[in-house]
């Protein structure tokens, strides 16, 4: 991404992860402040804009996400090229979708083709952290894998209590931005 002063730049956000861990409730947490109950799945990828303003510079940051398509695990190619950075999201209540977090960064790596493969900014995303009944995927557990991938910075949310999302999407723009 190329940084000009006093003009607006356009980061392209892609948000995956197995279908059902939170993604679409974060995008909306995040760009509308709203939590779906019951969102139903659609066929196809849709992105919603934001803009924000971080470290001074007005940044649009289109969010895209997968609607439904991850269960083929075939999004297009559009899907993922020209990403400027990428969340992966699991369910800590579901440790197959922490399990998965292996085969969507391969995936995205794959047909998003980055340039800088090794240190693409990628941010690992521990969703429903509000469902503590002592079975979640452990934080320490979530940061060793991070760790021995490729040195991913990860963070917990909730989208239905609206803890973290900010942050993580803040994070995910800025690791976008820093990019060369
Ligand atoms: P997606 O398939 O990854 O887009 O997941 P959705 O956003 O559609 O969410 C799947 C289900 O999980 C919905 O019923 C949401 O209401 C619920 N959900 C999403 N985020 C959270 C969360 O942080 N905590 C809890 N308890 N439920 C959530
Ligand atoms: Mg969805």
Not at 7 to 27: A, C, H, R
Not at 72 to 100: H, K, T, W
């Amino acid at each position: 991404m190329e940084k000009k002063k006093n003009k607006k730049v356009f980061l392209k956000v892609v948000i995956i992860g197995d279908s059902g861990v939170g993604k679409t409730s974060l995008i909306h947490r995040y760009t509308s402040t709203r939590f779906l109950q019951d969102f139903k799945p659609t066929i196809g990828a849709e992105f919603s804009n934001k803009e924000v303003v971080i470290n001074g510079q007005t940044v649009v940051a289109q969010i895209w996400d997968t609607a439904g398509q991850e269960r083929y695990q075939s999004l297009g190619i559009s899907f993922y090229r020209g990403a400027d950075c990428c969340g992966i999201v699991f369910d800590r209540s579901e440790p197959g979708s922490f399990e998965n977090l292996e085969t969507w960064k391969n995936a995205f790596l794959k047909h998003g083709a980055p340039k800088e493969e090794g240190t693409f900014p990628f941010l690992v995303i521990g969703n429903k952290s509000d469902l503590d009944d002592g079975t979640l995927v452990k934080e320490r557990e979530a940061q060793e894998w991070c760790s021995s991938n490729g040195n991913l910075e990860y963070i917990e949310t909730s989208a239905k209590d609206n803890t973290s999302v900010e942050e993580a999407f803040t994070k995910l723009i800025e690791k976008g931005m820093e990019r060369e």
